[in-house]
């Protein structure tokens, strides 16, 4: 098994969005409606990074995909200007459930801080998680994120969902 991380660019915005809608699908099950898991979420991901992707700009963003043999089976998204009042969001790290529990994840997101610490010096990282996804909770507070009390926010599904916010004041300490 041969495993590769490489810089994602503009031409891999269909790639992530099959990646993230297969995530979803996944992770999100009984998280998200089943009506928006079904028949939303290929069109919605595709038509968020083609978006994302057509004003990609490296100096602001960081983006990582995980390969398998070939294969993208995960990836990691940073983007420096989308929530200032909370610091660079981590606004994706997705793994397919085949290559969850591999180090991909922790790797990816290594990778994520150690890019903020670079190129942000002094500056936190952040990312919101639903309550109900247990899993990432924990591999967020495995990897010393600091969770937040939750709070409710309309989603992707139009319905609201209790969230809670991990920040890194120090991105850079991630190991």
Avoid at 12 to 22: K, N, Q, T, W, Y
Avoid at 52 to 76: C, H, K, L
Avoid at 123 to 150: D, K, W
């Amino acid at each position: 098994m041969t495993f590769a991380v490489r810089a994602i660019g503009p031409q891999d915005g269909p790639v992530i969005a099959a990646l993230h809608a297969a995530s979803w699908k996944d992770a999100y099950r009984g998280i998200l409606s089943d009506e928006f898991l079904a028949s939303e979420i290929d069109d919605e991901r595709r038509h968020v990074w083609a978006l994302r992707m057509s004003t990609w700009n490296p100096a602001r963003s960081f983006g990582e995909i995980a390969e398998i043999d070939g294969m993208p089976v995960g990836f990691v998204c940073v983007m420096a200007d989308a929530d200032p009042a909370h610091g660079a969001l981590l606004d994706n790290l997705h793994i397919l459930p085949g290559s969850r529990a591999s180090g991909l994840g922790r790797r990816l997101l290594g990778d994520a801080a150690r890019w903020v610490a670079q190129e942000l010096p002094g500056t936190p990282m952040h990312l919101t998680v639903y309550v109900a996804n247990e899993g990432a909770r924990g591999f967020y507070r495995r990897m010393g994120g600091i969770e937040s009390a939750p709070f409710e926010e309309r989603e992707h599904d139009g319905r609201l969902h209790r969230i809670v916010r991990f920040i890194w004041p120090d991105p850079g300490s991630i190991r």
